[in-house]
């Protein structure tokens, strides 16, 4: 063993990140990037040279060059949740209220930060380095990018801290100035830009060649730690604190996070930001509010989408004006028409727009939209853009609109009911229909088939290889033909898309309620219909009273669904997708063990109060796996249970109103 050679590779190395830690989280370089450049080629050299003192945490492992063939799914073990949003002052001081209201305070102290414009990350590290990274997914499953989030120089790849299990999350962006250096690479290359700097962050982090995602020099801004026990065991009571913890262990944080005591200060401060937007190096699309004392988050609780502790202040929209060049309709998997306005192509929110809905025809008439005017278009939550109405100091000559009676694709006449202002295709058969129900089966809060795109559905239609969703599991006899078509679909791209479709077959079932399309069942609402039933041939069977006696099902659902499972069609097509091996019952998240039917807690309405040794996120889970209940944030009157811990507050107040059975020993041991 060469000491020597040990001891300079040692040297580099923490030579390396000290000048990273200083670049990139408190953007104060020390050096020149021709002495790192250098520095890091001695690096290369040395561990080329001698391959058995490479170590996970050199800063050479930041260059990438690793392929794989698809990312891992993870289940995370905190939930990450999305925010609600507000979008007027109002709503901030409603969000204010609520706030005192359930902590029983006559003023609460708020963390305020930017809302970072790129990609949700959690970060995990065991006993101080970086094992595994996941993006947001779905909330519960993420997608193992370790390999590409190692080439982020702001992501720490060792932490100083006796944390054995240490989890981090930020925002993983792209600065307005990388994001024009990578289109104007890709416009000279004769290559498909990057619509605006998320989009781009968001395909990075997603290329299966890590070298590609160093060369686009990604940055990270961590903002959360989501364990208890972490928080518990460094003392840190509040989100600010959490901030200046991050900072200390090297993670880059937003220098313009700030704590505020007062909801009136928030606002203001929310308004100097707003202003600041245009001027800052990286996209922000809002500002996020926290309540900074984090002992209470499990008091405040949470929907199951959004915590309701936190809450994001998305931007006015940016409303530009352009020409409206025609009007066009679409038909949905539902058959639902939507009208399509074509645009003089205007820059909007960091991407040209060519585009833009118009919703349905009422709206079109009620706005008195022409063809020809000059309009005003926004995109609604920076996503997708909308036209709003007619400039009508503009308006010159200019063509009414008149709604279609028949569907543009099939020509079947088009029905609207009394109480809808949308109209429909009701041709079960109609082409257009067919490939969006197709599109929709595969989207990844229905089965999840990545790799199958719009566009190769589409093209495999045409091709007459996909004309029902059962179809899609018998893609592998076709393999000969797709190869031949013009789809760009090679052997091992078609062999990403067969893994994916085979191992849709395992999802639970409320996937699959949700990929079948039925109107008015959505993700969540699918899920608490799988949960009730268990089964499909359970809920195939119920009758409109057997549904509506299910949370959240109303008699319009109810009888949506019992419509559904009389339709001979679709009573074939569940016959088939069981014949090819689909999953039809509902699969617990929890880690084999089975549901307690016996106990007096199954299925019923449990509320948590209060502060335990574990958090209230940890025991929902728990309730869930364990007695299938449905764990809510608030006391009703059809609340069966409250599980009381320490300051149990309001709610056992009102528990106690109503009568409502306490717990206080912990059912979930």
């Known amino acids: 063993m060469d000491n020597s050679i040990i001891k300079r590779i040692d040297i580099l190395k923490q030579k390396l990140k000290q000048w990273e830690y200083e670049y990139y989280a408190l953007s104060s370089p020390t050096v020149t990037d021709v002495e790192y450049d250098l520095t890091l080629k001695e690096l290369l050299t040395l561990e080329k040279k001698y391959p058995q003192y490479v170590t996970d945490d050199s800063p050479s492992q930041r260059v990438g060059g690793f392929v794989i063939d698809d990312f891992k799914k993870i289940k995370h073990q905190f939930p990450m949740l999305s925010l609600s ?388 599991y018998k893609i592998d006899t076709h393999k000969d033909r797709i190869f031949q078509a013009d789809l760009k679909i090679k052997s091992k791209s078609f062999s990403n898309i067969w893994n994916n479709i085979i191992q849709s077959k395992q999802n639970s079932l409320e996937k699959l309620i949700f990929a079948l399309g039925i109107r008015h069942v959505g993700e969540i609402l699918s899920k608490t219909i799988a949960k009730k039933f268990q089964t499909m041939n359970k809920l195939m069977m119920a009758n409109l009273v057997e549904l509506t006696n299910v949370n959240d099902i109303g008699e319009t659902v109810a009888i949506s669904i019992v419509n559904y499972f009389h339709n001979p069609k679709n009573l074939d097509l569940l016959k088939q997708l069981k014949v090819l091996g689909i999953n039809m019952d509902y699969l617990s998240s929890n880690t084999g063990a089975a549901i307690n039917r016996n106990s007096p807690y199954y299925q019923r309405n449990i509320v948590i109060t209060g502060s335990f040794t574990i958090s209230r996120q940890q025991i929902k889970q728990i309730l869930e796996n364990k007695f299938d209940a449905k764990v809510t944030d608030s006391i009703t009157k059809n609340t069966d249970y409250l599980i009381v811990g320490k300051n149990g507050g309001n709610k056992l107040t009102k528990a106690n109103e109503l009568g409502i059975k306490l717990i206080h020993e912990e059912i979930w041991k």
């Not at 909330?139 to 990018?145: A, F, I, T």
């Not at 930020?170 to 605006?196: M, T, V």
């Open 85 to 472: 949003n507000a979008f007027s002052h109002e709503e901030l001081e409603k969000f204010d209220l609520d706030i005192k209201k359930n902590c029983d305070a006559s003023n609460v102290e708020y963390c305020v930060e930017p809302k970072i414009d790129g990609l949700s990350i959690s970060l995990i590290y065991i006993e101080g380095k970086l094992k595994t990274a996941l993006t947001r997914g779905d909330g519960e499953y993420g997608e193992d990018v370790t390999v590409n989030a190692k080439t982020i120089r702001s992501i720490p790849l060792t932490v100083s801290t006796n944390i054995s299990r240490l989890e981090v999350r930020g925002e993983i962006y792209l600065s307005f100035d990388e994001f024009n250096r990578i289109n104007q690479h890709l416009a000279a290359q004769n290559l498909n830009l990057f619509a605006n700097p998320r989009n781009a962050a968001s395909g990075s982090m997603r290329n299966l060649d890590s070298s590609i995602t160093a060369q686009r020099r990604l940055q990270m801004i961590a903002y959360y730690l989501p364990d208890d026990s972490v928080l518990r065991s460094q003392n840190i009571h509040t989100q600010y604190e959490a901030i200046q913890f991050l900072k200390q262990l090297g993670f880059k944080t937003a220098s313009q996070s700030k704590k505020i005591m007062d909801i009136k200060e928030v606002i203001k401060y929310v308004d100097i930001i707003s202003q600041q937007r245009d001027h800052l190096s990286f996209p922000i699309d809002g500002i996020v509010i926290k309540e900074n004392d984090m002992n209470l988050y499990d008091n405040l609780g949470s929907t199951s989408k959004f915590p309701k502790w936190a809450i994001a202040y998305k931007f006015p929209p940016i409303i530009v004006q352009t020409k409206l060049l025609d009007i066009y309709p679409t038909v949905g998997r539902t058959g639902r028409i939507t009208y399509v306005g074509k645009l003089t192509p205007v820059k909007l929110a960091g991407s040209i727009v060519s585009s833009a809905t118009l919703h349905n025809a009422q709206y079109i008439l009620d706005n008195d939209i022409r063809i020809q005017d000059v309009v005003k278009v926004f995109k609604a939550g920076d996503i997708i853009p909308k036209i709003m109405g007619p400039v009508l100091e503009k308006r010159a000559e200019t063509t009414s609109f008149k709604p279609i009676t028949h569907c543009p694709v099939c020509g079947s006449l088009l029905e609207k009911q009394i109480s809808e202002v949308d109209q429909y295709c009701t041709n079960t058969s109609c082409p257009a229909r067919i490939v969006q129900s197709l599109i929709h089966f595969c989207s990844k809060k229905a089965m999840n088939i990545e790799d199958l795109s719009e566009k190769n559905i589409q093209k495999l239609y045409d091709l007459g290889i996909l004309h029902s969703i059962s179809d899609i």
